[in-house]
């Protein structure tokens, strides 16, 4: 038995190489990979590394396929040649011939889980790294060659370019760039396809950023004028920003190609997505806006008239009483305006030293918000004094500032802690939009709440699809390769073609099941729907080669 073991695994270990080896030389020797790097973004010697990163890819994606043709032709050929006749006259059960494809199946299983989950996403990370860095020089060579840049909306052309270096740049960029300094430039923009602006400049600096999620490129212009096709004018400016602008990169890494415990943070937590992130960002924001001013709503109701009386938690956690004659909530409702206003500590007593009065104030969030480490600041105009400053300030123009940090502001940063612990919590579920909440934003904030809502929901429709896929086609390719090797028993044919014919039944059965499954995982909506095809699928296969082991393969 150990003599006929061995000889069937030696067997089928040979032809699993040899059709592995032929089918990763077609996917990316016949262009399957190699094509998406098409002279387009990438250098030719880094072009040869990227392919060679790509072959360990290939050949995880090649060798289920391969295992599975090995077992259709390896068991076809013994049978055809009456090998497996022999063995059952001698008394051999036809079922511990199957051992060694079994062995075979658990370790394609193996090894395709944990390069799903571990090795592809390293690799892709790599390739993603290698076309970044040849960003720069693809644009200086566009520029050389005449051609124009074209991201998103914006399109330049420039008649010159020369790279310069970080210390020659007077404005700061986030992130690691890398700086063009261009002439005798020339860009448009658009929307839709209709022309929004468009005109010249005498120079520019193009800045590429390379962020978490994707590179980015920043414009400052300098000297130029342009054409503002909605109002129908000319402008003139000394200098004017454009961007972030997001590159689009050759590959990109989506979430198919993330690491198993990327997958499971995001899982989660959906807002840890590096798209996701700067839309939740956005909505905390606008959340912490709207909790502020209605708050400020709510103490000017209380007054019964245009007077308002604030008390506020400073940073050295004194609280200061904040009065004034009149208030009005700002036209971006984002802050307060205040006028004739007295500013004092709130002491037993009726202790009035550190009075300060000011004629004119604005309390508003800070900008830009940062985590959730947020301040709201008091901007005096024109103040007689200071809490903060010995000297008085001076009746022109001189500003001075409070800070208030919002998380200590109980009153607004409670509901605010509540959303987020309760509501926000719920923010992929398509439900949330559609049942009523205590949250009432402008209707240009509450679309984009809801755009956000829908996206979020749509990515974690995404995450768990993924994670699911990675696991049920893993386990699937174990029966799907044992259905292979009885379906060969049975044609008893060593023919090659036979044997492909005979592979192909299983793996296309199991590619149009899973794309069916995947098409409805990744709509929130019909997920449940998807996640249980996925396992439906499995558990199928499973079970067609229990019949066919069960009552195929003793006949």
Request: some cysteine; charged content about 20%.
């Amino acid at each position: 038995m150990t003599i006929l073991f061995r000889y069937l695994a030696t067997d089928l270990i040979r032809n699993t190489v040899l059709a592995t080896v032929t089918l990763t030389l077609m996917v990316t020797i016949g262009g399957g990979i190699s094509q998406l790097f098409a002279a387009k973004h990438v250098g030719a010697g880094k072009l040869v590394g990227i392919v060679l990163m790509m072959m360990p890819m290939a050949v995880v994606v090649s060798l289920p396929i391969g295992a599975l043709f090995s077992a259709a032709i390896t068991y076809g050929r013994a049978s055809h040649d009456n090998e497996l006749t022999a063995c059952r006259a001698a008394g051999v059960d036809p079922k511990t011939l199957l051992r060694p494809v079994l062995l075979l199946g658990v370790l394609v299983s193996i090894v395709w889980l944990t390069s799903l989950n571990f090795l592809i996403p390293r690799l892709m990370w790599s390739i993603e790294k290698t076309t970044r860095k040849d960003i720069l020089s693809f644009v200086t060579n566009q520029l050389i060659d005449g051609k124009a840049l074209s991201y998103g909306s914006f399109t330049l052309r420039a008649s010159s370019c020369v790279e310069v270096s970080p210390d020659d740049v007077e404005e700061a960029v986030d992130g690691d760039s890398q700086f063009l300094y261009l002439t005798g430039v020339a860009f448009m923009e658009d929307e839709r396809g209709y022309l929004q602006r468009a005109g010249t400049a005498a120079s520019m600096i193009l800045a590429v950023s390379d962020t978490e999620s994707s590179p980015q490129v920043s414009v400052l212009l300098r000297n130029g004028r342009s054409y503002d096709a909605n109002r129908m004018q000319f402008l003139e400016f000394d200098r004017q920003r454009i961007g972030p602008i997001d590159v689009p990169m050759p590959i990109v890494r989506s979430l198919r190609f993330k690491s198993l415990p990327a997958l499971l943070s995001y899982h989660r937590d959906i807002a840890l997505i590096p798209e996701i992130k700067p839309l939740v960002a956005e909505l905390k924001e606008n959340l912490r806006a709207h909790y502020f001013v209605t708050f400020v709503e709510s103490e000017m109701q209380k007054s019964k008239g245009e007077s308002i009386s604030l008390s506020m938690l400073a940073e050295d956690g004194n609280w200061l009483t904040i009065d004034a004659k009149r208030a009005a909530i700002g036209p971006q409702r984002r802050e307060v305006l205040l006028h004739d206003l007295t500013i004092r500590p709130k002491k037993k007593g009726g202790d009035q030293r550190g009075r300060m009065t000011a004629k004119r104030a604005k309390l508003r969030l800070q900008q830009p918000i940062d985590s959730d480490d947020v301040k709201l600041e008091l901007v005096l105009i024109a103040s007689d004094g200071s809490l903060t400053k010995k000297d008085a300030l001076r009746d022109d123009a001189a500003e001075d500032l409070l800070l208030f940090p919002f998380a200590m502001q109980d009153a607004m940063a409670s509901p605010y802690r509540s959303f987020i612990n309760d509501g926000f919590a719920e923010l992929t579920e398509l439900h949330y939009l559609n049942r009523p909440h205590a949250l009432k934003l402008n209707p240009e904030l509450a679309k984009a709440q809801q755009r956000i809502s829908i996206k979020a929901a749509y990515y974690a429709a995404q995450v768990r699809s993924e994670l699911h896929m990675r696991l049920t086609v893993s386990l699937a390719w174990l029966p799907i390769i044992t259905i292979g090797a009885i379906l060969g028993i049975r044609i008893r044919s060593g023919q090659m073609l036979v044997a492909f014919i005979a592979s192909c039944i299983p793996c296309a059965c199991l590619a149009v099941l899973m794309l069916v499954a995947r098409s409805f995982a990744e709509h929130p909506v019909n997920g449940n729907t998807g996640v249980a095809m996925f396992w439906g699928a499995t558990i199928l296969f499973y079970g067609i080669s229990w019949f066919f082991g069960r009552y195929v393969l003793p006949r």
